[in-house]
């Protein structure tokens, strides 16, 4: 069953249409936005179609840290880890960890300033 794995600090706010799929853990720090239409992942699949055909599905969790704000239609994939303070660009696709005290955006998500 979902929404057993999803752990959120203070003050955390979501807008509308915003899907967390959580076979893993999700964790959310303190005061965390997600706008409308922001989709968390933890399922993911092997990349070998034999295995994949299989059947077989894999987690990886996801956790993302204090006084983050995701924009709008940003996708956070599995395995992700995002630190404090960042600000992921509407439409952003995150792929990779992210450090703290910076803005990420595009596709794959990279870093476009320090704050």
Request: aromatic content about 6%.
């Amino acid at each position: 069953d979902y929404g057993y794995n999803i752990f959120l600090g203070n003050n955390f706010f979501a807008n509308f249409d915003c899907v967390m799929l959580d076979v893993c853990p999700i964790r959310i720090g303190d005061n965390c936005m997600l706008a409308p239409g922001v989709h968390i992942y933890t399922a993911t699949h092997p990349i070998d179609p034999v295995a994949r055909n299989s059947g077989a599905e894999l987690g990886k969790p996801v956790t993302i840290g204090n006084n983050v704000w995701i924009g709008g239609r940003a996708v956070i994939n599995p395995g992700v880890t995002i630190g404090d303070n960042v600000v992921v660009a509407s439409g952003a696709v995150v792929t990779k960890d992210v450090p703290d005290n910076v803005v990420v955006g595009g596709n794959p998500a990279r870093i476009i300033k320090k704050l």
